[in-house]
Structures are given as structure tokens and as C-alpha cells.
């Protein structure tokens, strides 16, 4: 049985940094493209960040370049969301996602946990 966990939210002060780690289970994900996503109460989901399986290219939205880095851990099964300046408008519960079906469409989806930065 697939298994995507996130860990690391909480919450953090305006300005502030967050690390979300999310580990893979039940097989390996080093092949396949993985993302976050971020619903915040009241609004659809929204992508956050991708990265690809080959060569490691990456992609973000523009609410969040420049703040955000995704990056993986092949040898842990393991992709990373680093969060830096951290403001009121992250406050969402944040998805990783594996295996990419077209557009924003992902076969794997982890439970979500819960980021709420404080002003």
C-alpha cells in the first residue's frame, strides 16, 4: 500500500520558517514527478511547487518564488518544502502529491498538515 506523510507544520510567526518533509511508502518514488499543494479555508486547492524526476527541474507558483524550495531526497524516498518569509496568507493545509497524471492531476496524495503562520 502507497503511503505519502507530511510532517513539520505547526505554527510560526510572520516572517518566520517552516521545513515540510514527506516521506514515501510501500514503494519508490525516485522516478516520478512529486509536488506540494496548499488548501487555505474557503479556497481550492492551490499548486505550490513541483519537481521532476529526471534531472530534478523545478517549478513554482508565483505566490511563492523566491520564498519556497522544493527539493528531494532520493536515497529517503523523501521530497522537502523549505518555507522562508513566511506570511498570514500560507496559513493552509499543505499536500504532497507523487506521480503526475497530466496538469495537476496526481495518482498519490498524502494527508496534509496544517501550516498557520501568526501575524
Known amino acids: 500500500q502507497v503511503q505519502l506523510v507530511e510532517s513539520g507544520g505547526g505554527l510560526v510567526q510572520a516572517g518566520g520558517s517552516l521545513r515540510l518533509s514527506c516521506a514515501a511508502s510501500?514503494?519508490?518514488?525516485?522516478?516520478?514527478?512529486k509536488a506540494w499543494f496548499r488548501q487555505a479555508p474557503g479556497k481550492e486547492r492551490e499548486f505550490i511547487a513541483s519537481i521532476l524526476w529526471s534531472g530534478g527541474s523545478t517549478n513554482y507558483a508565483d505566490s511563492v518564488k523566491g520564498r519556497f524550495t522544493i527539493s528531494r531526497d532520493n536515497a529517503k524516498n523523501t521530497v522537502y518544502l523549505q518555507m522562508n518569509s513566511l506570511t498570514s496568507e500560507d496559513t493552509a493545509v499543505y499536500y504532497c502529491?507523487?506521480?503526475?497524471?497530466?496538469?495537476?492531476?496526481?495518482?498519490?496524495w498524502g494527508q496534509g498538515t496544517q501550516v498557520t503562520v501568526s501575524s
Open positions: 510501500g514503494r519508490t518514488f525516485n522516478s516520478v514527478t
Open positions: 502529491a507523487a506521480e503526475n497524471m497530466g496538469g495537476t492531476a496526481y495518482k498519490y
